[in-house]
C-alpha cells in the first residue's frame, strides 16, 4: 500500500532549507511540491488503483479536481485513473504535510514555553530565541546524555555537558526543532 503520510513526512523534511524555521516558506514550498511528490506516487497503474481505494473516501482527498482534466476515451482508462490518483494524492500529501507543520508550530511554542524559566520570557528575548531555534533531521546533540525529558518528548541537556552549553531540543514532524545556548556564568 502507498502511505502518502510518509511521503508526506518526506516532503516536509526535503522542503526544510537551511536550520531556522520558516513555517510561511515551507507551506509555500509544500504547496508547490506536492504536485512533484504525488506524481511520484502515481508512476505505475497498481499504486494509482491503490492510492484510489485508500484515500478516496478520505474527507480530504480532492476528488473533483481531476474533472477539469477533459474527457477520457475508454481505452485511456489507465490515463484516466492516473490522473483522478494523482488529484487524489496531491491533496491528501499536502493535508498530511500541513499536519505535521501545525505539529512544528506546537512544538516551536512548546520550545518557547520550555525555554522560559531556563533562559528568560521577556519579549526581546523570546524574539531573539525564536529567531535562534534551529531544525535538524536528526537531533543535534546526537547521542549526547542528557538530564530529562517531559511529555512532549522534549530533551534537556541543562549540565553543560554540550562543551559546556546547554540546549533543549523538541522532536516533531520527523524533524528536530532546537535551541541551545552557553549559560550565563555567575560570579563568584
Same mark, same amino acid.
Given at each position: 500500500?502507498?502511505?502518502?503520510?510518509?511521503?508526506? @513526512?518526506?516532503? &516536509? =523534511?526535503?522542503? *526544510?532549507?537551511?536550520?531556522?524555521?520558516?513555517?510561511? @516558506?515551507?507551506?509555500?514550498?509544500?504547496?508547490?511540491?506536492?504536485?512533484?511528490?504525488?506524481?511520484?506516487?502515481?508512476?505505475?497503474? /497498481?499504486?494509482?488503483?491503490? *492510492?484510489? =481505494?485508500?484515500?478516496?473516501?478520505?474527507?480530504?482527498?480532492?476528488?473533483?479536481?481531476?474533472?477539469?482534466?477533459?474527457?477520457? @476515451?475508454?481505452? %485511456?482508462?489507465?490515463?484516466?485513473? +492516473?490522473?483522478?490518483?494523482?488529484?487524489?494524492?496531491?491533496?491528501?500529501?499536502?493535508?498530511?504535510?500541513?499536519?505535521?507543520?501545525?505539529?512544528?508550530?506546537? =512544538? +516551536?511554542? /512548546?520550545? &518557547?514555553?520550555?525555554?522560559?524559566?531556563?533562559?528568560?520570557?521577556?519579549?526581546?528575548?523570546?524574539?531573539? /530565541?525564536?529567531?535562534?531555534?534551529?531544525?535538524?533531521?536528526?537531533?543535534?546533540?546526537?547521542?549526547?546524555? /542528557?538530564?530529562?525529558?517531559?511529555?512532549?518528548?522534549?530533551?534537556?541537556?541543562?549540565?553543560? %555537558?554540550?562543551?559546556?552549553?546547554?540546549? &533543549?531540543?523538541?522532536?516533531?514532524?520527523?524533524?528536530?526543532?532546537?535551541?541551545?545556548?552557553?549559560?550565563?556564568?555567575?560570579?563568584?
Amino acid at each position: 500500500m502507498i502511505d502518502l503520510a510518509d511521503i508526506a @513526512k518526506s516532503l &516536509v =523534511a526535503d522542503c *526544510i532549507d537551511g536550520d531556522t524555521l520558516d513555517l510561511d @516558506k515551507l507551506r509555500e514550498d509544500i504547496s508547490e511540491r506536492s504536485f512533484d511528490a504525488a506524481e511520484s506516487a502515481c508512476i505505475y497503474t /497498481h499504486a494509482c488503483a491503490d *492510492i484510489i =481505494a485508500h484515500y478516496e473516501g478520505n474527507p480530504r482527498a480532492d476528488t473533483d479536481g481531476a474533472d477539469d482534466c477533459g474527457t477520457f @476515451k475508454p481505452s %485511456q482508462y489507465r490515463e484516466a485513473m +492516473q490522473c483522478y490518483a494523482h488529484f487524489i494524492a496531491r491533496s491528501i500529501i499536502e493535508a498530511e504535510a500541513f499536519e505535521l507543520l501545525d505539529e512544528l508550530d506546537e =512544538a +516551536q511554542e /512548546h520550545l &518557547v514555553d520550555a525555554l522560559a524559566p531556563l533562559v528568560g520570557d521577556c519579549t526581546s528575548a523570546r524574539e531573539a /530565541h525564536e529567531s535562534a531555534f534551529r531544525l535538524s533531521r536528526d537531533c543535534p546533540h546526537g547521542w549526547a546524555a /542528557h538530564n530529562r525529558e517531559d511529555d512532549a518528548g522534549a530533551c534537556y541537556w541543562l549540565s553543560h %555537558q554540550l562543551d559546556g552549553c546547554n540546549a &533543549v531540543a523538541v522532536p516533531a514532524a520527523g524533524v528536530w526543532l532546537s535551541y541551545t545556548w552557553e549559560p550565563a556564568r555567575i560570579a563568584a
